[in-house]
């Protein structure tokens, strides 16, 4: 397994290799990303393989996968890093008894192995061979001030701890920034990424990713239910399914022994791809009372 990509190509190949189907575009993104070393920006509905991207990336490159997962109120210094309070309180009690001067003890206490490092502290200083991967995952969820500092960080992979000095990067981690759109990221923050919309999948991307997520699912039972998920996604419900969906039903659906759709099946197991009470309502008055409906939904192919 490589630990450079030399073509567009290659990416895609050894992504389904890892089990992860690209396409083109977001292939070339991540091509480009490799070779740019610059961050990528995925945004896209829930569930169409943002995170993926990252933690399959790290086993590709064989490296190891560094996450912050944003939330509201998340700041600079969970997100960075923080002084080990207990630790340097024992070090100072230890230095006391030895008799040591003031000053000797604080540049003792100050320097990184009091620092407890937080995921972009982690992954800037991380002393490993291979740049490690940095997934900061779902930023449309963190407040607009973390945002900000996060883009001086991405910028240019330094940061300053005051008592220490400027720490810099000496091999970039591969950035991976996902977003589900709850609210829009700034401009800024994306112009120093390479951003890719990741859309729900086509008719092929979805088989071919059932057929390698799910060892052992016959073919014609991976077309119908690829079938029956493209049109469901077409009915406008209050959340769409995504592919962990598709994936979960399929999962579900094999563990009861079933490998065709079937009326009372689906609607048993409806559950596993909607998740509104309103939405399985529409779904089973709109269209499963119906009987053209069902039978479209139950005979759709590509
Ligand atoms: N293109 C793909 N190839 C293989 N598996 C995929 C692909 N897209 C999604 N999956 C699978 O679907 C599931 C959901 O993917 P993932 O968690 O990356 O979605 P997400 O976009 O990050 O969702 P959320 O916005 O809810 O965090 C995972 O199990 C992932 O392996
Ligand atoms: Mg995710």
Sequence with gaps: ????????????????EAHYI????????????HRLEKPIFLEGEPGVGKTEVALVMARLFQTSLIRLQCYEGLDAT????????????????????QKKGKDEIERAIYSPEFLI??????????????????????????????EAFLLEVLSDFQITIPEIGTLRAGKRPMVVVTSNRTRD???????????????????????????TRIPGVEEDFARQVT??????????????????????????LMTMHHSFLEEEVVD???GCILKYQEDIKKFKEEIWNDDEQRSQYLSATA
């Excluded at 406008?236 to 969906?245: A, N």
Aim: net charge negative; glycine share 2%.
């Design 268 to 270: 048993a197991t409806i």
């Design 22 to 33: 690209a396409d083109r575009a977001l292939a070339t993104v991540l091509f480009l990303a």
């Design 117 to 146: 490092k937080r995921p972009l502290l982690e992954a800037i200083m991380s002393a490993e061979e291979k740049s490690p991967v940095l997934l900061i995952d779902e930023i449309d969820r963190s407040d607009e001030e973390f």
């Design 227 to 252: 079938a029956f998920m493209q049109k469901i996604r077409g009915v406008d419900f209050l959340k769409k399914p995504g592919v962990s969906e598709t994936l979960d039903w399929a999962q579900a």
């Design 78 to 97: 969970t997100a960075l890093y923080e002084w080990n309070y207990p630790k340097q309180l024992l070090h100072i009690r230890i230095e006391e008894q």
């Design 1 to 16: 397994m490589g630990n450079h990509f030399d073509s567009i190509d290659q990416v895609a190949r050894e992504l389904a």
């Design 185 to 211: 990221v700034h401009d800024a923050l994306k112009r120093r990424c390479l951003y890719h919309w990741i859309d729900y999948p086509s008719f092929e991307k979805e088989y071919r990713i059932i057929m």
